[in-house]
């Protein structure tokens, strides 16, 4: 799609110019449109915090651990996650994995191994914030797990941005209570992520699938993604933040302060199949499945299908 999106100066109404389509591009050439970006990130109950005692935000991981040990001693679930919807471990999964350092380029290419010790301790992280979890973390759907949060029924929610657009439409007074922080201990890397849009190869009316997409990406489409969807617009559209959700201008802070950003784990892999298996693998050993006995079904599935090709 490189040469529609070059073409009348569609490219230059986006932050970034080429740079917003470094998600979306492959050896070199765009094959799909952005329409948004949201970035990962820990909401919090500011109410149960202060209850709690805890007056700065988390910034690594005994941190985050100590704040889980202040909001559980004041009586709350300190966090609420689903176990269910495995890719919402997993997201936690990924940045624990990103902060020891695992690096998916070596383990695609087989110079690393899913039982190196990094990822042994990165799991063995999740492991241990997991008693942290509402107890009924194991069958939660994401919208149940959300919905945690935004009833008052836990303290934080780790989740990207565009949970905001929920948690708001379902409870509009939480919103003056809900603040935002980065994950901790990721040195300044966050998960950021777009939605999409991709045309057929084989598409006979190119110029209305272009049409369509510039649709979603003018001024209306992205102030409307901003200032009600609470996600970060693609383009250099100005929007009226006090219109936007609060939340938004805290991402924006988290987003604006990152160093860097990547993908979420179970997308950046070797295939699909191999990021199904790294999900399955976190919920297993969620469960009960011993760190080792888990990571080995993922190391089995890359000699499998990944390094013997």
Same mark, same amino acid.
């Given at each position: 799609?490189?040469?529609?999106?070059?073409?009348? @100066?569609?490219?230059?109404?986006?932050?970034?110019?080429?740079?917003?389509? #470094?998600?979306?591009?492959?050896?070199?050439?765009?094959?799909?449109?952005?329409?948004?970006?949201?970035?990962?990130?820990?909401? *919090?109950?500011?109410?149960?915090?202060?209850?709690?005692?805890?007056?700065?935000?988390?910034?690594?991981?005994?941190?985050?651990?100590?704040?889980?040990?202040?909001?559980?001693?004041?009586?709350?679930?300190?966090?609420?996650?689903?176990?269910?919807?495995?890719?919402?471990?997993?997201?936690?999964? @990924?940045?624990?994995?990103?902060?020891?350092?695992?690096?998916?380029?070596?383990?695609?290419?087989?110079?690393? #191994?899913?039982?190196? +010790?990094?990822?042994? %301790?990165?799991?063995?992280?999740?492991?241990?914030?997991?008693? *942290?979890?509402?107890?009924?973390?194991?069958?939660?759907?994401?919208?149940?797990?959300?919905?945690?949060? *935004?009833?008052?029924?836990?303290?934080?929610?780790?989740?990207?941005?565009?949970?905001?657009?929920?948690?708001?439409?379902? %409870?509009?007074?939480?919103?003056?209570?809900? @603040?935002?922080?980065?994950?901790?201990? $990721?040195?300044?890397?966050?998960?950021?992520?777009?939605?999409?849009?991709?045309?057929?190869? $084989?598409?006979?009316?190119?110029?209305?699938?272009?049409?369509?997409?510039?649709?979603?990406?003018?001024?209306?489409?992205?102030?409307?993604?901003?200032?009600?969807?609470?996600?970060?617009?693609?383009?250099?559209?100005?929007?009226?933040? +006090?219109?936007?959700?609060?939340?938004?201008?805290?991402?924006?802070?988290?987003?604006? #302060?990152?160093?860097?950003?990547?993908?979420? *784990?179970?997308?950046?892999?070797? #295939?699909?199949?191999?990021?199904?298996?790294?999900?399955?693998?976190?919920?297993?050993?969620?469960? @009960?499945?011993?760190?080792?006995?888990?990571?080995? $079904?993922?190391?089995?599935?890359?000699?499998?299908?990944?390094?013997?090709?």
């Amino acid at each position: 799609m490189t040469d529609y999106i070059k073409a009348d @100066g569609w490219i230059d109404t986006f932050n970034g110019g080429e740079g917003a389509f #470094s998600q979306q591009t492959y050896d070199g050439k765009i094959y799909a449109v952005p329409l948004n970006i949201a970035a990962a990130c820990v909401f *919090y109950n500011t109410e149960m915090f202060e209850t709690a005692g805890i007056t700065t935000m988390p910034t690594d991981w005994q941190g985050l651990l100590d704040a889980c040990e202040k909001l559980q001693a004041a009586g709350y679930t300190p966090l609420t996650i689903s176990a269910g919807t495995a890719w919402c471990l997993s997201m936690l999964a @990924g940045y624990l994995c990103d902060s020891e350092g695992v690096d998916l380029a070596a383990l695609d290419a087989g110079t690393a #191994s899913w039982l190196d +010790s990094n990822v042994v %301790n990165a799991t063995n992280k999740m492991v241990e914030i997991s008693k *942290y979890f509402q107890e009924t973390a194991a069958g939660d759907t994401n919208d149940v797990a959300t919905a945690n949060f *935004y009833n008052e029924e836990a303290a934080m929610l780790i989740q990207g941005s565009w949970a905001i657009a929920q948690i708001n439409g379902a %409870n509009p007074d939480f919103e003056n209570k809900c @603040g935002v922080f980065a994950f901790p201990g $990721t040195d300044g890397r966050v998960i950021a992520k777009s939605d999409s849009l991709a045309m057929s190869a $084989t598409t006979k009316n190119p110029d209305a699938v272009i049409a369509f997409m510039k649709y979603f990406t003018d001024d209306t489409a992205q102030k409307y993604t901003a200032e009600v969807g609470g996600k970060i617009p693609v383009t250099t559209v100005e929007y009226d933040a +006090s219109k936007a959700p609060a939340q938004l201008a805290y991402v924006m802070d988290v987003f604006g #302060s990152a160093k860097s950003t990547f993908g979420f *784990y179970n997308e950046s892999m070797a #295939s699909t199949e191999a990021g199904s298996t790294f999900d399955d693998a976190m919920v297993a050993i969620y469960l @009960g499945t011993p760190v080792e006995e888990g990571l080995q $079904t993922v190391e089995d599935f890359y000699k499998n299908n990944v390094w013997n090709k």
